[in-house]
């Protein structure tokens, strides 16, 4: 063997390891919040962390799942490399688990409370009253309920609530959900 | 370079502003360009003129399309309306909504495990960890040395209550401790050897045993070690 292709394949055997050691720390959950910021992944993969992150995304896409970044800026267009470290790095499925019988966390109920409450702060600028979506949701299931959804929604990280009772989007709603797809088929959907 | 080209390049530069910063696509004027660039055809003459040319009109059609992707997506969206997009929310049935979510929804995978390594650190953990009555009586034990004055109090009874014992004890040498003992009740029984074990201790008696019988008598213990009295309370 080469001098060349010894250095090419040992090369090779480094990215590898760099990927399954990234793989291992988005999957393994250390903390209440899932996945890993960017300045971690550089801590443990090095710079070029983006590389191996952009080629760990190819490899899972082939197992239904991908890497998703979710950047503190929600509405950035060209990140720079100071946004990937601040940036939140998740592995989801690529496309959304419809046809496998898995409902997960979420009755058909709650996923429905959950989608009218995610329009409905998103609508609002980020920002809806507690009180304001128990009234809103109290239309279509009853207050003990929603009080009761509300709060999970809470909990699970769908939604956030300050101090003053204003509710806004919570860190899973941007990882996990497509907001302009369901804006869109809300939109078009004939009643 | 001619006027022609000049006013080429500007409508090229004035296309490009608004395909490189990506502002709204309605903010040109396709007609007038349009109808600028057929009064400038005629007049085209070099290769570079008509190549100019070229580059403008195919930038016309980026931003023709750019025109109809902003018109798509606005209508499709209702123009993001708050008011519109609440009104189809309290319409449709809540598990109808549901069914849409679950088209947009990207579970995150995650897993949580216990290996052994975390396994032996918390055994580590558990096993230096006190119990919460030991912790209690250690409070309680610390709580008694600190106070000063009781402490002062407890040491002073102490002395008073050996003084006592020494004064019955000496009065009564040789006492035949095992005939004493069975005289008492178990609170007496077990003070009144607590406070023998300190005179021992300090010399003043010792104990001898005669015909299976415990006696107290003057004077210090040629025995330095501990004494165990075992006694039936």
Redesign the interface.
């Known amino acids: 063997m080469s001098k060349d292709k010894k250095k090419f394949e040992k090369r090779k055997l480094t990215i590898f390891n760099k990927m399954k050691k990234m793989l291992v720390y988005l999957?393994?959950?250390r903390r209440s919040i899932?996945?890993a910021k960017g300045f971690e992944l550089k801590k443990l993969i090095g710079t070029k962390y983006t590389f191996i992150a952009n080629l760990l995304n190819k490899e899972l896409e082939t197992y239904g799942?991908?890497l998703?970044i979710v950047f503190q800026d929600k509405n950035i267009?060209n990140p720079s490399l100071q946004d990937y470290d601040k940036a939140y790095f998740?592995?989801?499925?690529?496309?959304?688990?419809?046809a496998t019988p898995l409902k997960?966390q979420f009755n058909?109920?709650?996923?429905?409370?959950?989608?009218?409450s995610i329009?409905?702060i998103y609508?609002?600028n980020n920002k809806y009253e507690y009180e304001n979506l128990i009234d809103f949701l109290s239309?279509?299931?009853s207050k003990l309920k929603t009080r009761r959804f509300i709060d999970k929604f809470i909990k699970k990280g769908y939604l956030e609530i300050d101090e003053n009772n204003i509710l806004s989007l919570g860190w899973?709603t941007y990882?996990?959900?497509?907001?302009?797809?369901?804006?869109?088929?809300?939109?078009?959907?004939s009643? | 370079m001619n006027n022609t080209t000049d006013e080429l390049e500007k409508i090229i530069e004035e296309i490009n502003l608004i395909i490189q910063k990506?502002k709204d696509p309605f903010e040109i004027n396709i007609k007038s360009l349009l109808k600028k660039l057929n009064e400038l055809y005629i007049k085209l003459q070099s290769i570079e003129e008509y190549s100019k040319d070229a580059e403008a009109i195919n930038l016309l059609a980026t931003i023709v399309k750019e025109q109809s992707n902003y018109l798509y997506d606005k209508s499709?969206?209702?123009f993001?309306a708050?008011e519109?997009?609440?009104e189809?929310?309290?319409?449709?049935?809540?598990?109808?909504?549901?069914?849409?979510?679950?088209?947009?929804?990207?579970?995150?995978?995650?897993?949580?495990?216990i290996n052994n390594d975390s396994i032996k650190i918390g055994y580590e953990y558990w096993l230096a960890k006190s119990s919460i009555r030991s912790e209690r009586r250690t409070y309680e034990t610390k709580i008694n040395l600190i106070n000063k004055d009781e402490f002062y109090y407890s040491d002073r009874k102490f002395i008073n209550d050996l003084k006592k014992y020494e004064e019955v004890i000496l009065s009564k040498l040789p006492l035949n401790l095992t005939k004493e003992i069975e005289n008492l009740n178990s609170k007496d029984k077990i003070n009144l050897l607590y406070y023998l074990s300190f005179l021992i201790a300090q010399g003043k008696v010792h104990l001898v045993e005669k015909n299976e019988e415990l006696y107290v008598d003057a004077g210090p213990s040629k025995f330095t070690n501990s004494i165990i009295f075992r006694i039936k309370l």
């Open positions: 999957l393994v959950q899932p996945g799942l991908k998703k267009e998740y592995i989801t499925t690529s496309e959304p688990i419809i997960g058909m109920e709650e996923l429905g409370a959950l989608a009218a329009l409905l609508s609002k239309n279509k299931i899973r990882a996990e959900i497509d907001l302009q797809m369901l804006t869109k088929i809300i939109a078009i959907y009643v | 990506k499709s969206t209702l993001l708050a519109k997009l609440i189809k929310l309290t319409k449709i049935s809540i598990l109808e909504i549901g069914k849409i979510m679950e088209m947009c929804m990207y579970p995150i995978a995650t897993t949580n495990f």
